[in-house]
């Protein structure tokens, strides 16, 4: 699963850039630390913007209750952890988001030397 879940990252970027996006980011993996798992969010650009446009919104990314910043579109986070159980919150209840929608929380269970990709 986890071999499944690299190839179609690597497909979707490789798609982008050959597509000739000029917003196309490429992400270099990283190898985490010693009893340490790596987690890559990434927030794609969207077809339909919908109203109020998404483009104009993001959400503040906490995990474990400390903020890891803002998540706007097209762009990514690699956050290095300790193996463990950790709590995902993207939300717009904080001063930094611009974000009206529903809250979403995950609890990822991340394994040592292990990279995990959400999108």
């Not at 597509?19 to 969207?46: D, F, H």
Request: hydrophobic content about 40%.
């Amino acid at each position: 699963m986890k071999k499944l879940s690299r190839l179609i990252f690597v497909l979707l970027l490789t798609n982008t850039v050959l597509m000739g996006c000029s917003t196309a980011k490429v992400v270099s993996l990283k190898t985490p630390a010693q009893g340490n798992a790596v987690i890559y969010l990434y927030r794609p650009e969207i077809d339909k913007p919908g109203l109020p446009p998404l483009w104009l919104q993001y959400p503040e990314v906490f995990i474990d209750g400390e903020s890891q910043g803002v998540l706007k579109l097209n762009h990514y986070k690699v956050i290095e952890l300790p193996a463990g159980s950790h709590t995902l919150l993207f939300t717009g209840l904080s001063e930094n988001a611009k974000w009206d929608q529903k809250d979403i929380e995950k609890i990822l269970s991340l394994k040592p030397g292990e990279r995990y990709f959400l999108k």
